[in-house]
C-alpha cells in the first residue's frame, strides 16, 4: 500500500467517513486502534500527526459532521410523525434492538459504549466528551423541536426530565446490552411512552 503523505486533511476526514459510514458493526469501530486507521487509511503517522493531535481528534472531525446532517435530516423526519411518542420513538431509536437508521445506531451505540468503557479513566474520559456532547446536544434539540410542534413549552423543569430521559436510556440500554445480554425493547418504549403521557398532560397547551 502507498502511504499518503501528502494527504489533504479533508481527504483524510472523508475517507474515514466513508468507513464509518459502511461499516455496520459498532464493536469493531470501538477496537479501532490509531495504526489500523492509518493503514485502513493509507497514510502515515507524519502525515497524520501534521492534522490531527491524536486518534480522537480525527474521530470528532469525523463524526460531527455525520451527527450534523443526521441533526437535519431527523429535523424534517420528525415534521412527518402525528404524535409525540412516534416522534420521542424515532429519536431514542438508537437505544433499541435493530432500528431503522443504521448510521444513528452506530454513532450513538459508538460513543455510548466507548463512555462506559473509559468512564473511569479522567483522561481518556476527557478526549471523548466533545463528540459525547455532540451527540446529545444534537438530540436534545431534536426532542425540542418534537415538543415544539406539539405546543409544548419547555421551562426548566421539563429541561431537566429531558436530561433524565436521555442518561436512563443510555445507562438502561448499556446495562442490557453488556451485563445482561439482552434487548430491552419494550421497557425502553414503555417508558418513552409514559414520559410523553405525563409531558402531554402537564405542559401541553400551557
Known amino acids: 500500500m502507498t502511504f499518503g503523505v501528502g494527504m489533504k486533511k479533508d481527504e483524510i476526514i472523508k475517507k474515514l467517513q466513508n468507513f464509518l459510514v459502511a461499516n455496520k458493526n459498532s464493536e469493531e469501530i470501538e477496537s479501532l486502534t490509531l495504526n489500523t486507521i492509518l493503514k485502513h487509511l493509507g497514510i502515515s503517522k507524519g502525515s497524520f500527526y501534521y492534522h490531527f493531535k491524536n486518534k480522537d481528534d480525527l474521530l470528532f472531525q469525523a463524526i460531527n459532521p455525520l451527527i450534523k446532517n443526521q441533526t437535519q435530516e431527523f429535523k424534517h ?44 479513566n479522567k483522561a481518556k474520559l476527557q478526549n471523548i466528551k466533545k463528540i459525547y456532547t455532540s451527540v446529545r446536544n444534537a438530540r436534545k434539540s431534536l426532542l425540542f423541536q418534537a415538543l415544539k410542534y406539539n405546543d409544548i413549552k419547555v421551562d426548566k423543569k421539563l429541561t431537566i426530565l429531558l436530561d433524565f430521559l436521555d442518561t436512563t436510556m443510555m445507562f438502561y440500554y448499556h446495562i442490557n446490552k453488556v451485563i445482561y445480554k439482552k434487548h430491552a425493547n419494550n421497557e425502553i418504549l414503555d417508558l418513552i411512552d409514559m414520559l410523553c403521557n405525563l409531558i402531554e398532560k402537564q405542559y401541553k397547551n400551557k
Do not use: C, G, R
Open 77 to 120: 423526519d420528525i415534521k412527518k410523525l402525528n404524535s409525540l411518542k412516534e416522534q420521542f420513538h424515532l429519536l431514542f431509536e438508537p437505544f433499541v434492538a435493530e432500528p431503522n437508521n443504521t448510521k444513528l445506531k452506530q454513532i450513538d451505540n459508538f460513543y455510548t459504549n466507548l463512555f462506559f468503557k473509559e468512564y473511569t
